[in-house]
């Protein structure tokens, strides 16, 4: 009777330790829904406003920025298979870039699993003007923003270049799905 219990413990905490390993997620997306929404309604987008906010961003270098980030949120949306209308689209997609002063990388870096966006050593703790990535999808419709990604400190003002901005935003939206295909041969459940 005492090794029945012995074996039984042994197996109940094997199978807990199983259960709760198995629910765990180690992958981390930067973006998530933050508000219910008809996904499979959502056909067409449009880039809306893209700031650059914080610190003071020199002109020349600003342009370039917005120009960048314009073009990759086109690309990364179309290639979910969502169609541009300018007019009269489902949601609206907007960024923001915030440029400020971090003193302390390693208490506030949490993407240290995507060492190229960031273009500096995190054993390296000088003070650094970092830049955080904020993208938003916003339905007009409902007048509210149903999903948003956030990157803090992602990338080193002195390495925002075409190519780190392209990553940044394509790693920012890594977890935003593509555009669902309604089977019009199915019926309606509703």
């Known amino acids: 009777m005492l090794q029945f219990k012995k074996v039984y413990t042994i197996l109940t905490c094997l199978m807990l330790f199983v259960f709760v390993t198995g629910c765990l997620n180690t992958e981390r997306h930067a973006g998530n829904f933050v508000q219910n929404t008809e996904f499979h309604l959502l056909q067409s987008y449009r880039v809306g406003e893209i700031n650059l906010t914080g610190m003071r961003w020199i002109e020349q270098s600003s342009g370039d920025i917005l120009e960048y980030t314009a073009y990759r949120l086109d690309h990364e949306i179309e290639g979910r298979g969502f169609t541009f209308s300018e007019n ?103």
């Open 88 to 190: 009269n689209a489902d949601f609206i997609v907007r960024a923001e870039w915030n440029k400020a002063l971090r003193v302390s990388l390693k208490a506030v870096s949490p993407f240290g699993n995507v060492p190229e966006l960031h273009g500096h050593d995190e054993k390296d703790t000088r003070p650094r003007v970092m830049c955080s990535l904020t993208i938003e999808l916003y339905d007009p419709k409902k007048d509210q923003i149903f999903w948003r990604a956030h990157m803090p400190n992602c990338v080193d003002v002195l390495e925002l270049r075409e190519d780190v901005i392209f990553k940044a935003i394509e790693y920012s939206l890594r977890a935003f799905p593509a555009r669902i295909e309604l089977d019009r041969s199915l019926p309606n459940i509703q």
